[in-house]
């Protein structure tokens, strides 16, 4: 007689909030002389599908702002900042190491961003607006962004039905994709939003997996407990 384990698959739907450092790319790589890290939050829904062997899909609706905060290096008081508040869609694959409380997990897959709201924010930043050839401060950006996320994190089960989980994020940009200004002003090559960010979240399973010990029994071969004569 054998015995294996069997998982069972896992719906689970919950929310999100994190919090993270946020830019743009620009090219030519000039234009980011003077840009240091935005700091802003986003918080959302999740749903997470995982089959018997812990592999699945992840959806999310997050709300977020991102953007990107240039600053003169000798003088804080110089400061420009773009803020931009999005409605993002994220349908990441997942998958998870470990059938025990305790679980590594990784999320990679595409996400579409809706444009809520745009807005400039300027100190004593006039001259730097009126001396950049390439008019970047006065460009619009697109309505609709994509892009890329990938993460790793972990996953503690308290019980069957409750689940806490904790990541790290990347935006992994799109060489070539879509530029998130609506026009390519004066020689701007690209144009394309950065993040790197953490979250922590909390999920009800409401499909809860279970492991369950299967057992299997051997049938010998005829003949394989018959005595023989020497």
Known sequence: ?????????QLS????????AFGAHFEPPA???SQVPLYEPSFGIVGIFNDKSNAGIQVEVNYTVKGWRDRDKDDNSIEYKRELTYLEVPVMTHFELGRSWFRIYGVVGPY??????EKETARNFDAYIANN????YNQKVRSIDFGNKAGLGFRINFGQRFSA?????????????????KKQPNGIQASRLTEL???VGFVFNILPQ???VVKEYYVPKEGMNEDFDY
């Open 197 to 199: 960010g953490g979250s």
């Open 210 to 212: 279970r492991t369950e």
């Open 165 to 181: 989980f904790a990541d790290v994020r990347y935006d992994l940009q799109i060489a070539g994709g879509q530029n998130i200004f």
């Open 1 to 9: 007689m054998f015995s294996a384990v069997s998982a069972t698959a």
């Open 31 to 33: 234009l980011t002389g």
């Open 133 to 136: 050839p390439y008019d970047l």
């Open 112 to 117: 579409v961003a809706f444009k809520q709201s």
């Open 13 to 20: 739907v919950g929310v999100r909030a994190g919090y993270g």
